[in-house]
């Protein structure tokens, strides 16, 4: 007998995917009907046949074929959907002041710090019962936890995406570099050279441990060395810390390097390289393009995300 399906476990698009299936026969018509991947597809209905404890459909030849289940449950099943369409219908208008929902952000640690402390207090006004659930992504992962609705939006720096994935640029970033404030640069941190900051030693910040030096490329393209660099951590404000209290330097985005000129003893540094700029853009899946709701809610993140990379230190 399958587990019971408890509304934590339900995902209501897999049911989109179950009624795509039975309409159209296969994997592959399913997924131009929902302008999906057949990977996704397959991935949709491989969860909805471990919730059921049923495989739902058995391919005989080129189709498939609806299980006794299946058959069963389809028609309360298209009911539902039908309903849940029309809902939709109807919400064209709508007050913010009454939505209910939790908003998934794809986003890193750096632009946490910089979006989400504004676009709270937006939605504190604006939307109070909306919650915000703040996720890292893999970068190799936009598209796919786009697609499978994993997440509602992606902030991070520009992506190659496919037409199914639209972008929209918010802002374009430089690094700089931190230091302690009584750190032997500290003085000339505003004119500080190529020479002195090679000299130095240096904290990265890396998801891996052997992740090598992303910025190498710019310094081999410059015919410059490698930096010296005595730590990989994961996260900036830990890196910021050890910087902090040592002689190391951290190069970072220079919004979020202002950020933490404001929570510990550190001083900001030109990076005496002319490097081009990080494009932040913000990614979300085309079929969500017409949902007002999602359109809203882009919106008021993109309002709030430009103000936080633009802002002054």
């Known amino acids: 007998m399958p587990p019971p399906l408890t509304a934590s476990r339900l995902d209501l698009n897999l049911f989109r995917v179950m009624d795509a299936v039975h309409e159209h026969g296969g994997i592959s018509g399913a997924a131009r009907h929902l302008h999906l991947s057949q990977p996704a597809v397959s991935h949709a209905l491989a969860r909805l046949r471990r919730l059921w404890g049923d495989p739902l459909f058995v391919r005989q030849g080129n189709q498939m074929v609806p ?78 936890t786009l697609a499978q609705g994993e997440v509602d ?100 985005p220079r919004t979020y390097a202002e950020e933490l000129t404001r929570a510990l003893p550190l001083v900001l540094a030109e990076l005496p390289l002319t490097l081009p700029p990080i494009g932040i853009w913000m990614y979300w899946h085309a079929d969500r393009d017409g949902d007002p709701v999602h359109r809203w809610m882009r919106e008021s993140v993109a309002l709030e995300a430009r103000q936080g990379l633009k802002r002054p230190g």
């Open 67 to 144: 299980t006794e289940l299946t058959r069963r449950v389809i028609g309360e099943v298209q009911a539902h959907l039908r309903g849940l369409q029309s809902l939709m219908g109807q919400a064209d208008t709508f007050d913010p002041l009454t939505l209910n929902m939790t908003l998934r952000l794809g986003m890193r640690d750096v632009l946490e710090a910089i979006t989400l402390p504004p676009l709270m207090r937006r939605l504190a006004q604006a939307a109070p019962q909306v919650k915000i659930a703040s996720v890292r992504v893999p970068r190799d992962a936009l598209e796919r």
């Open 153 to 252: 939006l992606v902030i991070d720096r520009q992506r190659r995406v496919t037409g199914r994935i639209h972008g929209e640029h918010l802002a374009d970033e430089q690094l700089a570099v931190l230091m302690r404030r009584d750190h032997p640069l500290a003085a000339r941190r505003m004119r500080m050279s190529v020479a002195d900051y090679f000299a130095q030693p240096h904290v990265m910040v890396a998801l891996q441990p052997d992740q090598p030096d992303p910025l190498q490329v710019v310094w081999a393209a410059q015919g410059l060395g490698e930096r010296h660099i005595i730590l990989r951590c994961q996260h900036y404000f830990a890196a910021a810390n050890v910087v902090a209290a040592g002689d190391a330097l951290l190069t970072l």
